[in-house]
């Protein structure tokens, strides 16, 4: 059992693309507009479901 950080280190390469990806994820300014588009999309699919 490893905390999350620890296995991220474990399977990151030090400049690499995992590294350059998660910088971008992991950016508090991206939250925002990531928790905007899932919940457009969860209300998107809610819409779907209840239309039949």
């Not at 994820?25 to 809610?46: C, E, F, G, K, Q």
């Amino acid at each position: 059992d490893q905390p999350a950080d620890a296995l991220r280190r474990a399977v990151t390469s030090p400049k690499g693309t995992t590294e350059r990806a998660l910088a971008v994820l992991m950016d508090d300014a991206a939250w925002p507009d990531a928790m905007r588009r899932a919940i457009a999309a969860a209300t998107a699919r809610s819409r779907e479901l209840a239309s039949g």
